[in-house]
């Protein structure tokens, strides 16, 4: 399973990179919405984690609607709620406020990646 987490925060991204390499999960790490929209051309994506607020004002809102629009699964992940909050109501997906254990955010996103693509069934 490949899953895109777009966050400008180093060290978040780097704990949900590991988060998702030990629950066997491929990381497509990007932090800011053009690198994010350039790993949504060139690789296959089963779900995504989004930080709603990011550097220099930008919002994930770009790579929410390009999901949107291939029937990929995201969910939001943010702390700031109080300036984004109409945002994340727009965008009807999953919030996870922050601080959340990266374990928990990776484990969301899988079942949602699972849910889109169950494993084939062997008899």
């Not at 919002?59 to 984004?84: F, Q």
């Amino acid at each position: 399973m490949n899953i895109l987490m777009l966050e400008d925060e180093p060290l978040i991204l780097m704990d949900l990179e590991f988060a998702a390499e030990d629950a066997g999960a491929r990381a497509l790490c990007a932090s800011s919405v053009v690198e994010a929209l350039s790993i949504l051309q060139a690789e296959p994506v089963d779900s995504a984690i989004l930080d709603v607020t990011l550097k220099d004002g930008e919002t994930c809102v770009p790579v929410a609607r390009a999901l949107d629009e291939r029937g990929i699964p995201y969910l939001l992940h943010s702390g700031d709620l109080d300036r984004h909050d109409e945002t994340v109501r727009a965008l009807g997906a999953e919030l996870v406020a922050k601080p959340a254990s990266a374990a928990g955010v990776i484990a969301r996103a899988l079942s949602y990646a699972e849910r889109l693509n169950p494993e084939p069934v062997e008899e």
